[in-house]
């Protein structure tokens, strides 16, 4: 059996390789490694698989909710609503910008910000909600839309994790995520659902006015060449990862469906299990499984992931501290806030290997170890 990983890059790499290596000698021979031609052709064929007007390719998920933040023209102190739930890049670079954090809670059955929690953050002061499809399962969209709406706000997708799911409205017509907010974001990492080969990130919008105004941010705060309009950031997609990105664009289907081909038999052997709580599918989000997230109760998660260690299987906690707990946001005041869902959560989950290669063999000696160790 090939040696388990939580991501498998070789493995995928290996299917695509002579498409790829070719795409990247075409690069370096046209030595146009800035803003060369895939950086274009990319975006393109990303807006159209999203159905997105503009897609703004930038340097890296970070960078994308942070130029979305720029463009939205917050003052220091206005407020900002996110899950302490979620990885650190959502709430720092809110923080980053001087602008205030407030964590909400979230769904202990999606993982994604709780809309009666949201409402009730909501002061004078809050400009924007930032809401995160975790583990690549979508945020109830439509009712975060609606409170938006009602208060006037600016909903930012972080979208990092959930690139291809999508979202059903209760009229039935459907989305893809990081196209229903005014700005979504997303990052081409390697181990994301659609990840290149070094870092890369990418910022949507349906709105001209805003997609002018994040291009200039993203580009020295510049429309013509250095005559700078506002100040900005220097925030690029490589042409070499572009080039990748436009192969794995097209295999994003194919890859999507492998990764719930295996949370499908992850839930089936797990089902009904006292102790083991399965990822829940909201009727309304189209899952992609960039993990596959469990609950444990009445089990030492620890012990289990030394465990799976010891039979050669990774696992990983998504994520050891919440943003409530870091120290970088003690002087913002957000260490004090109690937030016991969270907490809760961040006791009992455990992330168990999911990636497009994953075989029925490897699937059934994770579930066998994990069993084995939980029946104890
Ligand atoms: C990966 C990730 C980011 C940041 O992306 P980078 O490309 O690493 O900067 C932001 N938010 C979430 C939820 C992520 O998973």
């Known amino acids: 059996m090939r040696p388990i990983q939580m991501v498998d890059l070789k493995a995928q790499y290996e299917k695509i390789k002579e498409e790829v290596n070719a795409a990247v000698l075409e690069v370096l021979d046209s ?40 463009a939205l023209d917050l003052q220091p102190g206005d407020e900002v609503i996110t899950p302490s739930f979620t990885y650190i890049a959502t709430t720092e670079v809110v923080a980053l910008l001087r602008l205030k954090p407030v ?46 709406q009602e208060h006037n706000l600016f909903v930012i997708e972080d979208n990092a994790q959930a690139i291809g799911g999508a979202f059903t409205f209760s009229d039935g017509t459907t989305k893809k995520n990081g196209t229903i907010g005014h700005i979504g974001c997303t990052s081409f990492f390697p181990s994301k659902n659609l990840g290149g080969y070094g870092d890369g990130g990418a910022i949507f919008t349906n709105d001209d006015t805003l997609a002018e105004k994040l291009r200039m941010i993203a580009n020295h705060g510049q429309k013509v060449r250095y005559y700078h309009e506002v100040v900005g950031c220097n925030s690029r997609l490589d042409t070499i990862q572009a080039a990748i990105l436009q192969i794995k664009l097209r295999e994003l289907d194919n890859y999507i469906n492998a990764r719930r081909s295996a949370a499908d038999y992850y839930d089936k052997v797990f089902a009904n299990h006292p102790k083991i709580t399965t990822p829940y599918r909201a009727p309304y989000s189209h899952h992609v499984f960039h993990q596959y ?9 620890d012990a289990l992931h030394q465990h799976l260690a010891a039979k050669q299987i990774p696992s990983m906690i998504y994520y050891p501290v919440p943003g409530h707990r870091q120290n970088m946001f003690a002087s913002f005041g957000l260490t004090q806030v109690e937030m016991p869902i969270t907490d809760w959560l961040t006791e009992r989950v455990i992330s168990l290997p999911m990636h497009t290669e994953l075989t029925e063999e490897q699937l059934q000696y994770i579930t066998t170890q994990v069993l084995e160790f939980v029946n104890r």
């Open 103 to 148: 964590f909400v809670e979230v769904d202990p059955k999606t993982f994604c910000m709780d809309v009666e929690a949201l409402k009730k953050a909501i002061t004078p002061k809050t400009k924007a909600i930032v809401p995160v499809h975790l583990y690549g399962h979508a945020a109830n969209m439509e009712a975060i839309m609606a409170v938006a």
């Open 293 to 301: 997230t469990l609950i444990l109760e009445g089990v030492d998660r």
């Open 31 to 70: 030595a146009a490694f800035i803003n060369g031609k895939p950086v274009q052709a990319f975006s393109e064929q990303l807006a159209a698989y999203l159905h997105v007007k503009h897609v703004i390719p930038c340097a890296n998920g970070t960078d994308a909710l942070q130029i979305a933040m720029m």
